[in-house]
Protein backbone atom coordinates (compact mmCIF):
# COMPACT_ATOMS: atom_id res chain seq x y z
CA UNK A 1 0.00 0.00 0.00
CA UNK A 2 1.24 3.55 -0.57
CA UNK A 3 3.68 4.45 -3.10
CA UNK A 4 6.71 6.48 -2.37
CA UNK A 5 9.05 8.00 -5.52
CA UNK A 6 11.77 10.32 -4.65
CA UNK A 7 14.46 11.79 -7.48
CA UNK A 8 17.46 13.47 -7.53
CA UNK A 9 19.33 14.28 -10.88
CA UNK A 10 18.92 16.18 -13.86
CA UNK A 11 15.74 15.24 -15.31
CA UNK A 12 12.75 17.25 -14.96
CA UNK A 13 11.78 15.95 -11.09
CA UNK A 14 8.04 16.37 -11.54
CA UNK A 15 8.08 14.41 -14.86
CA UNK A 16 10.06 11.33 -13.19
CA UNK A 17 7.72 11.30 -9.84
CA UNK A 18 4.21 11.63 -11.39
CA UNK A 19 5.51 8.33 -13.87
CA UNK A 20 6.84 6.75 -11.22
CA UNK A 21 3.64 7.58 -9.53
CA UNK A 22 1.70 5.84 -11.78
CA UNK A 23 3.41 2.69 -12.07
CA UNK A 24 3.00 2.14 -8.25
CA UNK A 25 -0.91 2.78 -9.22
CA UNK A 26 -1.11 -0.74 -8.55
CA UNK A 27 -0.65 -0.67 -4.57
CA UNK A 28 -3.87 0.96 -4.04
CA UNK A 29 -4.64 4.90 -3.29
CA UNK A 30 -6.79 7.26 -2.67
CA UNK A 31 -5.03 10.38 -2.87
CA UNK A 32 -1.94 11.76 -4.58
CA UNK A 33 0.68 14.31 -4.15
CA UNK A 34 3.99 16.01 -5.48
CA UNK A 35 6.69 18.55 -4.05
CA UNK A 36 9.54 19.73 -5.94
CA UNK A 37 12.61 21.45 -4.89
CA UNK A 38 13.09 25.14 -7.14
CA UNK A 39 13.44 28.31 -6.57
CA UNK A 40 15.15 27.87 -3.66
CA UNK A 41 11.55 26.75 -2.04
CA UNK A 42 8.93 24.10 -1.91
CA UNK A 43 6.44 23.91 -4.33
CA UNK A 44 3.50 21.42 -3.94
CA UNK A 45 0.26 19.65 -5.28
CA UNK A 46 -1.87 16.99 -4.36
CA UNK A 47 -5.53 16.21 -4.27
CA UNK A 48 -8.32 13.17 -2.98
CA UNK A 49 -8.95 10.53 -5.66
CA UNK A 50 -6.79 9.22 -8.26
CA UNK A 51 -4.30 10.30 -10.06
CA UNK A 52 -6.00 11.83 -12.91
CA UNK A 53 -7.80 14.13 -10.24
CA UNK A 54 -3.64 15.65 -9.60
CA UNK A 55 -3.25 15.42 -13.51
CA UNK A 56 -5.90 18.00 -13.81
CA UNK A 57 -4.62 19.97 -10.97
CA UNK A 58 -0.91 20.08 -12.16
CA UNK A 59 -2.34 21.19 -15.70
CA UNK A 60 -4.38 24.14 -14.09
CA UNK A 61 -1.81 25.17 -11.96
CA UNK A 62 2.23 23.86 -13.37
CA UNK A 63 4.76 23.69 -10.78
CA UNK A 64 7.72 25.71 -11.28
CA UNK A 65 10.74 23.41 -12.59
CA UNK A 66 13.06 21.65 -10.82
CA UNK A 67 15.28 18.32 -10.79
CA UNK A 68 14.67 17.46 -7.04
CA UNK A 69 11.33 16.13 -5.85
CA UNK A 70 8.91 13.08 -3.99
CA UNK A 71 5.55 12.02 -4.56
CA UNK A 72 3.37 9.57 -3.06
CA UNK A 73 0.02 7.98 -3.53
CA UNK A 74 -2.13 7.38 -0.27
CA UNK A 75 -4.26 4.50 1.37
CA UNK A 76 -6.05 6.10 4.29
CA UNK A 77 -4.83 5.32 7.70
CA UNK A 78 -5.46 8.23 10.32
CA UNK A 79 -7.88 11.17 8.89
CA UNK A 80 -10.22 10.88 5.86
CA UNK A 81 -8.83 10.28 2.14
CA UNK A 82 -9.30 14.09 0.93
CA UNK A 83 -6.69 16.89 0.08
CA UNK A 84 -5.71 18.08 3.59
CA UNK A 85 -4.73 14.46 4.40
CA UNK A 86 -3.32 13.51 1.15
CA UNK A 87 0.95 14.02 1.10
CA UNK A 88 3.21 15.29 1.02
CA UNK A 89 3.47 17.04 4.50
CA UNK A 90 5.08 19.99 5.42
CA UNK A 91 6.43 21.83 8.41
CA UNK A 92 4.78 25.10 9.43
CA UNK A 93 7.90 27.06 7.35
CA UNK A 94 6.77 25.16 4.62
CA UNK A 95 10.54 23.83 3.97
CA UNK A 96 10.25 20.34 4.28
CA UNK A 97 8.37 17.94 3.14
CA UNK A 98 7.87 14.73 3.64
CA UNK A 99 6.21 11.41 2.51
CA UNK A 100 5.06 8.30 4.53
CA UNK A 101 3.60 4.85 4.42
CA UNK A 102 2.81 2.72 7.58
CA UNK A 103 1.79 3.60 10.52
CA UNK A 104 3.65 6.09 13.25
CA UNK A 105 2.13 4.09 16.41
CA UNK A 106 3.04 7.19 18.65
CA UNK A 107 1.98 10.29 16.80
CA UNK A 108 -0.18 11.38 19.17
CA UNK A 109 2.17 11.96 21.91
CA UNK A 110 4.41 13.92 19.37
CA UNK A 111 1.77 15.61 17.91
CA UNK A 112 0.55 16.40 21.80
CA UNK A 113 4.29 17.89 22.18
CA UNK A 114 4.91 19.95 19.22
CA UNK A 115 1.53 21.76 19.72
CA UNK A 116 2.67 22.41 23.12
CA UNK A 117 5.94 23.96 21.81
CA UNK A 118 3.82 26.02 19.27
CA UNK A 119 3.60 23.93 16.17
CA UNK A 120 0.13 24.06 14.13
CA UNK A 121 -0.96 21.19 12.30
CA UNK A 122 -3.01 20.95 9.35
CA UNK A 123 -3.46 17.79 8.81
CA UNK A 124 -5.18 14.39 10.86
CA UNK A 125 -2.42 12.16 9.95
CA UNK A 126 -0.03 10.82 11.57
CA UNK A 127 2.51 11.89 9.29
CA UNK A 128 2.35 15.46 9.67
CA UNK A 129 4.57 14.87 13.00
CA UNK A 130 7.62 14.04 10.92
CA UNK A 131 8.07 17.01 9.14
CA UNK A 132 7.59 19.19 12.08
CA UNK A 133 9.95 17.19 13.85
CA UNK A 134 12.67 16.44 10.92
CA UNK A 135 12.62 20.89 10.97
CA UNK A 136 13.12 21.62 14.42
CA UNK A 137 16.12 18.84 13.72
CA UNK A 138 17.30 20.34 10.39
CA UNK A 139 17.76 23.89 12.34
CA UNK A 140 20.00 22.53 15.33
CA UNK A 141 22.15 20.29 13.19
CA UNK A 142 21.59 21.76 9.51
CA UNK A 143 21.90 18.03 7.91
CA UNK A 144 18.94 16.26 6.71
CA UNK A 145 20.45 12.88 6.89
CA UNK A 146 21.26 13.45 10.92
CA UNK A 147 17.92 15.31 11.58
CA UNK A 148 15.99 12.16 9.60
CA UNK A 149 18.28 9.48 12.24
CA UNK A 150 17.22 11.33 15.19
CA UNK A 151 13.22 11.73 14.30
CA UNK A 152 13.38 7.74 13.64
CA UNK A 153 15.40 7.21 16.83
CA UNK A 154 11.94 8.94 18.31
CA UNK A 155 9.38 7.23 16.31
CA UNK A 156 7.33 3.59 17.26
CA UNK A 157 5.94 1.53 14.48
CA UNK A 158 6.51 0.87 11.05
CA UNK A 159 7.71 3.34 8.26
CA UNK A 160 9.30 4.30 5.45
CA UNK A 161 9.88 8.18 4.89
CA UNK A 162 11.22 10.04 2.15
CA UNK A 163 12.17 13.81 2.88
CA UNK A 164 13.40 16.95 1.58
CA UNK A 165 14.08 20.19 2.48
CA UNK A 166 14.65 23.46 0.55
CA UNK A 167 17.79 24.32 2.72
CA UNK A 168 19.59 21.60 1.38
CA UNK A 169 18.16 21.31 -2.49
CA UNK A 170 20.95 18.92 -3.46
CA UNK A 171 19.67 16.02 -1.66
CA UNK A 172 16.55 13.25 -0.91
CA UNK A 173 16.85 11.12 2.27
CA UNK A 174 14.99 7.81 3.05
CA UNK A 175 14.29 5.96 5.83
CA UNK A 176 12.60 2.27 6.44
CA UNK A 177 11.62 0.13 9.51
CA UNK A 178 9.29 -2.44 8.42
CA UNK A 179 8.19 -1.22 5.15
CA UNK A 180 9.72 -1.67 1.73
CA UNK A 181 12.01 1.13 0.43
CA UNK A 182 14.30 0.68 -3.00
CA UNK A 183 17.03 2.75 -4.00
CA UNK A 184 17.82 2.73 -7.69
CA UNK A 185 21.17 4.00 -9.10
CA UNK A 186 21.74 5.90 -12.20
CA UNK A 187 24.09 7.92 -14.09
CA UNK A 188 24.30 10.80 -12.24
CA UNK A 189 20.98 10.80 -10.55
CA UNK A 190 18.81 8.14 -8.06
CA UNK A 191 15.47 6.93 -7.31
CA UNK A 192 13.80 6.05 -3.65
CA UNK A 193 10.62 4.60 -4.20
CA UNK A 194 8.46 1.63 -2.73
CA UNK A 195 8.58 -0.96 -5.86
CA UNK A 196 11.09 -0.89 -8.53
CA UNK A 197 8.81 -0.42 -10.60
CA UNK A 198 8.65 3.18 -10.31
CA UNK A 199 12.24 3.48 -11.75
CA UNK A 200 12.66 0.62 -14.03
CA UNK A 201 12.52 3.26 -17.41
CA UNK A 202 15.38 4.67 -16.11
CA UNK A 203 17.83 2.46 -14.26
CA UNK A 204 18.05 -1.39 -13.53
CA UNK A 205 20.70 -1.37 -10.73
CA UNK A 206 19.18 -0.90 -7.56
CA UNK A 207 20.32 -0.72 -3.48
CA UNK A 208 18.86 -2.98 -0.89
CA UNK A 209 18.21 -0.98 2.32
CA UNK A 210 18.19 -2.87 4.98
CA UNK A 211 15.84 -2.71 8.44
CA UNK A 212 16.37 1.09 10.75
CA UNK A 213 18.62 2.38 7.98
CA UNK A 214 18.58 5.84 6.46
CA UNK A 215 19.63 6.82 2.66
CA UNK A 216 21.17 9.95 1.56
CA UNK A 217 20.73 10.11 -2.30
CA UNK A 218 22.68 12.83 -4.25
CA UNK A 219 23.31 13.03 -8.06
CA UNK A 220 26.99 11.21 -7.61
CA UNK A 221 25.94 8.46 -5.53
CA UNK A 222 23.79 7.44 -2.20
CA UNK A 223 25.30 6.85 1.28
CA UNK A 224 23.40 4.73 3.88
CA UNK A 225 23.71 4.67 7.47
CA UNK A 226 22.10 3.29 10.85
CA UNK A 227 19.72 5.07 12.80
CA UNK A 228 22.44 5.44 15.02
CA UNK A 229 24.63 7.17 12.69
CA UNK A 230 26.80 3.94 11.80
CA UNK A 231 27.83 2.95 7.99
CA UNK A 232 25.18 0.04 6.47
CA UNK A 233 25.17 -2.32 5.01
CA UNK A 234 23.69 -2.79 1.60
CA UNK A 235 23.93 -5.40 -1.36
CA UNK A 236 23.64 -4.03 -4.25
CA UNK A 237 21.23 -5.82 -7.11
CA UNK A 238 19.99 -6.05 -10.40
CA UNK A 239 16.47 -6.06 -11.76
CA UNK A 240 15.77 -8.82 -14.41
CA UNK A 241 12.73 -7.57 -15.68
CA UNK A 242 11.92 -4.66 -17.98
CA UNK A 243 9.30 -2.17 -17.95
CA UNK A 244 7.66 -3.91 -20.51
CA UNK A 245 7.05 -6.73 -18.42
CA UNK A 246 4.95 -3.96 -15.69
CA UNK A 247 2.55 -2.49 -19.20
CA UNK A 248 -0.67 -3.78 -20.41
CA UNK A 249 0.60 -5.53 -23.50
CA UNK A 250 -2.40 -4.56 -25.31
CA UNK A 251 -4.91 -6.62 -22.53
CA UNK A 252 -8.06 -4.45 -21.42
CA UNK A 253 -6.46 -4.87 -18.10
CA UNK A 254 -3.41 -6.22 -15.36
CA UNK A 255 -5.24 -8.84 -14.37
CA UNK A 256 -6.17 -10.25 -17.57
CA UNK A 257 -2.13 -10.06 -18.87
CA UNK A 258 -1.53 -11.88 -15.41
CA UNK A 259 -3.52 -14.55 -15.96
CA UNK A 260 -2.32 -15.17 -19.37
CA UNK A 261 1.40 -15.33 -18.22
CA UNK A 262 0.37 -17.73 -16.17
CA UNK A 263 2.09 -20.99 -17.87
CA UNK A 264 5.16 -19.35 -18.37
CA UNK A 265 5.43 -17.76 -14.76
CA UNK A 266 4.76 -21.74 -13.82
CA UNK A 267 7.67 -22.75 -15.91
CA UNK A 268 9.79 -20.13 -15.19
CA UNK A 269 9.28 -21.00 -11.20
CA UNK A 270 10.16 -24.89 -12.42
CA UNK A 271 13.54 -23.73 -14.23
CA UNK A 272 16.81 -25.77 -12.78
CA UNK A 273 14.87 -27.19 -10.05
CA UNK A 274 16.53 -30.79 -11.20
CA UNK A 275 20.08 -31.46 -11.89
CA UNK A 276 22.15 -33.98 -13.92
CA UNK A 277 21.35 -36.85 -11.87
CA UNK A 278 17.87 -36.18 -11.29
CA UNK A 279 17.59 -35.08 -7.80
CA UNK A 280 15.41 -32.06 -6.84
CA UNK A 281 18.10 -29.24 -6.39
CA UNK A 282 16.79 -25.87 -4.24
CA UNK A 283 19.76 -24.00 -4.05
CA UNK A 284 18.32 -20.58 -2.15
CA UNK A 285 17.21 -23.37 0.48
CA UNK A 286 20.49 -23.12 2.29
CA UNK A 287 19.20 -24.83 5.68
CA UNK A 288 21.00 -27.53 6.10
CA UNK A 289 19.91 -30.77 5.35
CA UNK A 290 20.96 -32.93 9.09
CA UNK A 291 18.50 -29.63 10.07
CA UNK A 292 15.42 -30.61 7.93
CA UNK A 293 15.64 -34.07 8.82
CA UNK A 294 15.74 -33.12 12.37
CA UNK A 295 12.19 -30.93 12.05
CA UNK A 296 9.05 -32.54 13.69
CA UNK A 297 6.78 -30.72 12.08
CA UNK A 298 6.26 -27.53 9.69
CA UNK A 299 4.20 -24.22 10.46
CA UNK A 300 2.89 -22.19 7.46
CA UNK A 301 2.06 -18.49 7.93
CA UNK A 302 0.03 -16.70 4.93
CA UNK A 303 -2.39 -13.98 4.53
CA UNK A 304 -4.91 -14.09 1.90
CA UNK A 305 -4.62 -15.69 -1.55
CA UNK A 306 -1.29 -16.57 -0.25
CA UNK A 307 -2.75 -18.54 2.87
CA UNK A 308 -4.93 -20.43 0.64
CA UNK A 309 -1.71 -21.94 -1.20
CA UNK A 310 -0.83 -22.45 2.37
CA UNK A 311 -3.38 -25.02 2.98
CA UNK A 312 -2.79 -26.76 -0.26
CA UNK A 313 0.28 -27.03 0.62
CA UNK A 314 -0.35 -28.70 3.91
CA UNK A 315 -2.04 -31.76 2.29
CA UNK A 316 1.38 -32.03 0.24
CA UNK A 317 3.42 -31.70 2.88
CA UNK A 318 1.50 -34.58 4.83
CA UNK A 319 1.41 -36.78 2.02
CA UNK A 320 5.32 -36.83 1.13
CA UNK A 321 6.61 -36.23 3.76
CA UNK A 322 4.44 -37.90 6.90
CA UNK A 323 5.41 -34.68 8.50
CA UNK A 324 2.98 -32.83 10.81
CA UNK A 325 1.82 -29.64 8.84
CA UNK A 326 0.19 -26.56 10.36
CA UNK A 327 -1.66 -23.56 8.78
CA UNK A 328 -1.55 -20.20 10.42
CA UNK A 329 -2.94 -16.51 8.97
CA UNK A 330 -0.33 -14.63 10.27
CA UNK A 331 -2.52 -11.75 11.69
CA UNK A 332 -3.30 -14.39 14.25
CA UNK A 333 0.17 -16.22 14.44
CA UNK A 334 1.57 -14.71 17.10
CA UNK A 335 -0.97 -13.20 19.28
CA UNK A 336 -2.23 -17.10 20.53
CA UNK A 337 1.34 -18.27 21.88
CA UNK A 338 2.29 -20.68 19.39
CA UNK A 339 4.19 -24.10 20.06
CA UNK A 340 7.86 -23.44 18.49
CA UNK A 341 11.12 -24.74 18.98
CA UNK A 342 14.04 -25.47 17.06
CA UNK A 343 12.18 -28.69 15.74
CA UNK A 344 10.12 -26.63 13.89
CA UNK A 345 10.27 -25.29 10.49
CA UNK A 346 8.23 -22.39 9.26
CA UNK A 347 7.36 -21.41 5.98
CA UNK A 348 6.14 -17.72 5.09
CA UNK A 349 4.30 -16.96 2.14
CA UNK A 350 4.59 -13.53 0.68
CA UNK A 351 4.84 -12.27 -3.02
CA UNK A 352 5.95 -9.09 -1.93
CA UNK A 353 8.35 -9.68 1.04
CA UNK A 354 6.78 -6.55 2.80
CA UNK A 355 3.36 -7.94 4.66
CA UNK A 356 3.85 -6.94 7.27
CA UNK A 357 1.44 -10.03 9.41
CA UNK A 358 3.47 -12.42 7.91
CA UNK A 359 6.67 -10.44 8.94
CA UNK A 360 5.64 -10.12 12.12
CA UNK A 361 4.96 -13.76 12.48
CA UNK A 362 8.61 -14.65 10.85
CA UNK A 363 10.15 -12.57 13.71
CA UNK A 364 8.29 -14.36 16.40
CA UNK A 365 9.01 -17.48 14.96
CA UNK A 366 12.77 -16.65 14.96
CA UNK A 367 12.70 -15.49 18.41
CA UNK A 368 11.41 -18.76 19.61
CA UNK A 369 14.13 -20.51 17.70
CA UNK A 370 12.41 -21.77 14.39
CA UNK A 371 14.10 -22.03 11.01
CA UNK A 372 12.11 -19.63 8.62
CA UNK A 373 12.10 -20.35 5.14
CA UNK A 374 9.96 -17.54 2.70
CA UNK A 375 8.31 -18.34 -0.34
CA UNK A 376 8.76 -15.25 -2.14
CA UNK A 377 7.97 -13.14 -6.06
CA UNK A 378 10.41 -9.95 -5.10
CA UNK A 379 14.15 -10.21 -4.34
CA UNK A 380 15.42 -8.02 -2.52
CA UNK A 381 12.64 -7.57 0.01
CA UNK A 382 12.37 -7.85 3.79
CA UNK A 383 10.44 -11.25 4.88
CA UNK A 384 13.41 -13.20 2.08
CA UNK A 385 16.22 -10.87 4.06
CA UNK A 386 15.23 -11.89 7.66
CA UNK A 387 14.44 -15.61 6.67
CA UNK A 388 17.05 -18.34 6.72
CA UNK A 389 16.27 -19.42 3.75
CA UNK A 390 14.70 -18.33 0.64
CA UNK A 391 12.70 -19.73 -2.44
CA UNK A 392 11.89 -17.45 -4.95
CA UNK A 393 8.85 -17.64 -7.64
CA UNK A 394 10.03 -16.14 -11.11
CA UNK A 395 6.15 -14.81 -11.90
CA UNK A 396 7.69 -11.65 -13.03
CA UNK A 397 5.67 -8.09 -11.86
CA UNK A 398 1.97 -8.81 -10.67
CA UNK A 399 0.81 -5.09 -10.96
CA UNK A 400 -3.05 -6.33 -10.41
CA UNK A 401 -4.26 -6.12 -6.51
CA UNK A 402 -5.89 -9.24 -6.71
CA UNK A 403 -3.21 -12.20 -7.18
CA UNK A 404 -3.45 -15.06 -10.11
CA UNK A 405 -0.14 -15.75 -10.92
CA UNK A 406 1.42 -15.01 -8.14
CA UNK A 407 -0.66 -17.40 -6.39
CA UNK A 408 -0.11 -20.16 -9.22
CA UNK A 409 3.72 -19.80 -8.64
CA UNK A 410 3.37 -20.08 -5.39
CA UNK A 411 1.57 -23.10 -5.22
CA UNK A 412 4.46 -24.45 -7.65
CA UNK A 413 7.37 -23.44 -4.80
CA UNK A 414 4.90 -25.38 -2.25
CA UNK A 415 5.16 -28.63 -3.96
CA UNK A 416 8.95 -28.25 -4.50
CA UNK A 417 9.25 -27.66 -0.72
CA UNK A 418 7.50 -31.16 -0.28
CA UNK A 419 9.23 -32.92 -2.54
CA UNK A 420 12.25 -31.46 -1.30
CA UNK A 421 11.75 -32.30 2.10
CA UNK A 422 10.77 -35.99 0.98
CA UNK A 423 14.16 -35.99 -0.52
CA UNK A 424 15.96 -34.90 2.30
CA UNK A 425 13.74 -37.09 4.86
CA UNK A 426 13.78 -39.96 2.59
CA UNK A 427 10.27 -40.02 2.64
CA UNK A 428 10.14 -40.18 -0.97
CA UNK A 429 12.53 -42.31 -3.61
CA UNK A 430 14.46 -39.97 -6.42
CA UNK A 431 11.82 -41.53 -9.09
CA UNK A 432 9.05 -40.80 -7.35
CA UNK A 433 10.19 -37.39 -7.26
CA UNK A 434 10.78 -36.86 -10.34
CA UNK A 435 7.31 -38.46 -11.61
CA UNK A 436 5.40 -35.73 -9.77
CA UNK A 437 8.36 -32.67 -10.83
CA UNK A 438 7.60 -34.61 -14.96
CA UNK A 439 3.75 -33.68 -14.03
CA UNK A 440 4.79 -30.29 -13.35
CA UNK A 441 6.78 -29.51 -15.83
CA UNK A 442 3.27 -30.56 -17.67
CA UNK A 443 1.42 -27.95 -15.99
CA UNK A 444 2.05 -25.25 -18.64
CA UNK A 445 0.80 -26.92 -21.07
CA UNK A 446 -2.16 -27.89 -19.03
CA UNK A 447 -2.63 -24.04 -18.45
CA UNK A 448 -2.51 -22.82 -21.74
CA UNK A 449 -5.41 -25.61 -22.84
CA UNK A 450 -7.14 -23.98 -20.38
CA UNK A 451 -6.94 -20.62 -21.21
CA UNK A 452 -7.56 -21.36 -24.87
CA UNK A 453 -11.28 -22.86 -23.46
CA UNK A 454 -12.39 -19.69 -21.57
CA UNK A 455 -15.31 -18.00 -23.71
CA UNK A 456 -18.11 -19.91 -22.28
CA UNK A 457 -17.11 -19.09 -18.60
CA UNK A 458 -16.46 -15.44 -19.48
CA UNK A 459 -20.22 -15.66 -21.13
CA UNK A 460 -21.64 -17.38 -17.98
CA UNK A 461 -20.11 -15.12 -15.99
CA UNK A 462 -21.75 -11.88 -17.67
CA UNK A 463 -25.00 -13.83 -17.05
CA UNK A 464 -24.51 -13.87 -13.26
CA UNK A 465 -23.89 -9.94 -12.87
CA UNK A 466 -26.95 -9.33 -11.25
CA UNK A 467 -26.50 -12.15 -8.57
CA UNK A 468 -25.89 -11.46 -5.23
CA UNK A 469 -24.21 -14.35 -4.09
CA UNK A 470 -22.68 -17.40 -5.32
CA UNK A 471 -21.32 -20.16 -3.00
CA UNK A 472 -18.30 -22.64 -3.97
CA UNK A 473 -17.66 -26.57 -2.82
CA UNK A 474 -14.12 -28.44 -2.91
CA UNK A 475 -12.84 -31.51 -1.46
CA UNK A 476 -9.70 -32.30 -0.17
CA UNK A 477 -7.12 -29.58 -1.94
CA UNK A 478 -10.18 -28.28 -4.08
CA UNK A 479 -11.28 -26.98 -0.81
CA UNK A 480 -8.71 -24.22 -0.72
CA UNK A 481 -9.79 -23.30 -4.34
CA UNK A 482 -12.71 -22.85 -3.17
CA UNK A 483 -11.58 -20.50 -0.74
CA UNK A 484 -9.94 -18.83 -3.67
CA UNK A 485 -12.59 -18.79 -5.94
CA UNK A 486 -14.42 -16.99 -3.19
CA UNK A 487 -12.20 -14.56 -1.99
CA UNK A 488 -11.38 -13.52 -6.09
CA UNK A 489 -15.42 -12.65 -6.03
CA UNK A 490 -15.49 -10.69 -3.01
CA UNK A 491 -12.16 -8.59 -4.21
CA UNK A 492 -13.33 -8.30 -7.61
CA UNK A 493 -16.95 -8.16 -8.19
CA UNK A 494 -18.22 -6.67 -4.42
CA UNK A 495 -20.56 -9.86 -4.16
CA UNK A 496 -21.06 -12.16 -1.10
CA UNK A 497 -19.21 -15.61 -2.11
CA UNK A 498 -18.71 -18.17 0.13
CA UNK A 499 -16.43 -21.29 0.07
CA UNK A 500 -17.24 -24.30 1.68
CA UNK A 501 -15.74 -28.33 2.05
CA UNK A 502 -18.22 -29.74 0.60
CA UNK A 503 -18.65 -32.14 3.60
CA UNK A 504 -20.02 -29.24 5.73
CA UNK A 505 -22.76 -28.60 3.25
CA UNK A 506 -25.27 -31.12 5.62
CA UNK A 507 -24.11 -29.18 8.64
CA UNK A 508 -25.23 -25.76 8.34
CA UNK A 509 -24.41 -24.45 4.84
CA UNK A 510 -26.59 -26.72 2.79
CA UNK A 511 -29.83 -23.69 4.83
CA UNK A 512 -28.33 -21.51 2.27
CA UNK A 513 -29.03 -23.07 -0.89
CA UNK A 514 -32.24 -22.07 -3.11
CA UNK A 515 -33.59 -22.03 -6.18
CA UNK A 516 -31.38 -20.43 -8.90
CA UNK A 517 -28.78 -19.73 -6.98
CA UNK A 518 -25.31 -20.24 -8.46
CA UNK A 519 -22.73 -22.85 -7.20
CA UNK A 520 -19.44 -23.68 -8.65
CA UNK A 521 -18.19 -27.14 -7.65
CA UNK A 522 -14.80 -28.09 -7.67
CA UNK A 523 -14.29 -32.05 -8.89
CA UNK A 524 -11.26 -33.83 -7.89
CA UNK A 525 -10.17 -36.24 -10.23
CA UNK A 526 -11.73 -39.88 -10.78
CA UNK A 527 -9.16 -41.65 -11.39
CA UNK A 528 -6.62 -41.02 -7.86
CA UNK A 529 -9.34 -40.58 -4.67
CA UNK A 530 -12.49 -42.48 -5.97
CA UNK A 531 -13.98 -41.82 -2.58
CA UNK A 532 -13.31 -37.92 -2.79
CA UNK A 533 -15.25 -37.77 -6.33
CA UNK A 534 -18.27 -40.32 -5.69
CA UNK A 535 -18.62 -38.16 -2.10
CA UNK A 536 -18.65 -34.56 -4.26
CA UNK A 537 -21.15 -36.11 -6.45
CA UNK A 538 -23.30 -37.02 -4.09
CA UNK A 539 -23.29 -33.22 -2.73
CA UNK A 540 -23.97 -32.10 -6.68
CA UNK A 541 -27.09 -34.00 -6.70
CA UNK A 542 -28.10 -32.51 -2.74
CA UNK A 543 -27.45 -29.33 -3.97
CA UNK A 544 -29.44 -29.55 -7.43
CA UNK A 545 -32.07 -31.28 -5.88
CA UNK A 546 -32.81 -27.53 -3.88
CA UNK A 547 -32.73 -25.35 -7.07
CA UNK A 548 -28.87 -24.30 -6.78
CA UNK A 549 -27.91 -23.45 -10.37
CA UNK A 550 -24.90 -25.39 -10.66
CA UNK A 551 -21.56 -24.39 -12.28
CA UNK A 552 -18.94 -27.84 -12.04
CA UNK A 553 -15.09 -27.99 -12.96
CA UNK A 554 -14.35 -31.42 -14.09
CA UNK A 555 -11.07 -32.66 -15.83
CA UNK A 556 -11.79 -34.14 -19.27
CA UNK A 557 -13.62 -37.23 -19.33
CA UNK A 558 -15.47 -37.49 -16.60
CA UNK A 559 -18.60 -38.01 -17.26
CA UNK A 560 -20.62 -39.04 -14.26
CA UNK A 561 -20.80 -35.12 -13.17
CA UNK A 562 -22.66 -34.92 -16.78
CA UNK A 563 -26.29 -35.17 -15.71
CA UNK A 564 -25.81 -33.03 -12.95
CA UNK A 565 -23.99 -29.92 -14.50
CA UNK A 566 -26.32 -27.11 -15.28
CA UNK A 567 -22.89 -25.76 -16.66
CA UNK A 568 -20.23 -28.02 -17.32
CA UNK A 569 -16.08 -26.40 -17.28
CA UNK A 570 -13.79 -29.03 -18.30
CA UNK A 571 -10.25 -28.96 -17.59
CA UNK A 572 -7.25 -31.06 -18.71
CA UNK A 573 -6.77 -34.61 -16.73
CA UNK A 574 -3.87 -33.81 -13.69
CA UNK A 575 -3.13 -35.37 -10.46
CA UNK A 576 -5.00 -34.63 -7.47
CA UNK A 577 -2.43 -33.02 -5.18
CA UNK A 578 -1.86 -30.85 -8.38
CA UNK A 579 -4.95 -30.04 -9.76
CA UNK A 580 -5.43 -26.77 -7.94
CA UNK A 581 -2.77 -25.53 -10.78
CA UNK A 582 -5.14 -25.67 -13.44
CA UNK A 583 -8.94 -25.75 -11.39
CA UNK A 584 -7.74 -21.83 -10.19
CA UNK A 585 -7.63 -20.74 -13.38
CA UNK A 586 -11.57 -21.27 -14.28
CA UNK A 587 -12.27 -19.21 -11.43
CA UNK A 588 -9.76 -16.08 -11.69
CA UNK A 589 -11.13 -15.87 -15.46
CA UNK A 590 -15.02 -15.60 -14.21
CA UNK A 591 -14.57 -12.96 -11.34
CA UNK A 592 -12.30 -10.72 -13.42
CA UNK A 593 -15.10 -11.17 -16.19
CA UNK A 594 -18.17 -10.97 -13.57
CA UNK A 595 -16.27 -7.67 -12.53
CA UNK A 596 -16.10 -5.55 -15.33
CA UNK A 597 -19.38 -7.06 -16.54
CA UNK A 598 -21.09 -5.22 -13.19
CA UNK A 599 -18.56 -2.29 -14.28
CA UNK A 600 -16.07 -2.51 -11.35
CA UNK A 601 -12.15 -1.89 -11.86
CA UNK A 602 -10.65 -4.97 -11.87
CA UNK A 603 -6.79 -3.72 -11.46
CA UNK A 604 -7.78 -1.32 -8.43
CA UNK A 605 -10.63 -2.87 -6.21
CA UNK A 606 -12.52 -0.49 -3.43
CA UNK A 607 -9.97 -0.41 -0.80
CA UNK A 608 -7.76 -2.63 -1.39
CA UNK A 609 -3.72 -2.37 -1.38
CA UNK A 610 -1.53 -5.00 -3.52
CA UNK A 611 0.60 -5.24 -0.48
CA UNK A 612 -0.39 -4.92 3.22
CA UNK A 613 2.08 -3.43 4.90
CA UNK A 614 0.93 -2.40 8.35
CA UNK A 615 -0.87 -4.32 10.73
Known sequence: MCGIVGYVGFRPALDVVVAGLKRLEYRGYDSAGVAVLADGGLATAKRAGKLVNLDKALAEAPLPGGTVGLGHTRWATHGAPNDANAHPHLDNAGRVAVVHNGIIENFAALRAELAGRGHALASETDTEVVSHLLA??????????????QV????????TLVAVHADEPGVVVGARRNSPLVVGVGDGEAFLASDVAAFIDHTREAVELGQDQVVEARRDGVTVTTFDGAPGEVRNFHVDWDASAAEKGGYASFMLKE??????AVADTLLGRIDEAGTLVLDEVRIPAETLREAEKVVIVACGTAFHAALIAKYAIEHWTRMPCEVELASEFRYRDPILDQRTLVVAISQSGETMDTLMALRHAREQGARVLAICNTNGSTIPRESDAV?????????????????????????LVALYLGQVRGTKWGDEIRDVVRELSGVPARLERVL????????LARTLADKRTVLFLGRHVGYPVALEGALKLKELAYMHAEGFAAGELKHGPIALVERDLPVVVVV????????????????????????ARTVVIAEEGDESVVPYADHLVRIPATPTLLQPLVAT???????CELATARGNEVDQPRNLAKSVTVE
Open 259 to 264: IAEQPK
Open 524 to 547: PSPRGRSVLHGKIVSNIQEIRARG
Open 391 to 415: LYTHAGPEVAVASTKAFLTQLVACY
Open 452 to 459: ETMEPVRE
Open 136 to 149: EAFSACGDLAEAMR
Open 152 to 159: CRRLDGAF
Open 585 to 591: VPLQVFA
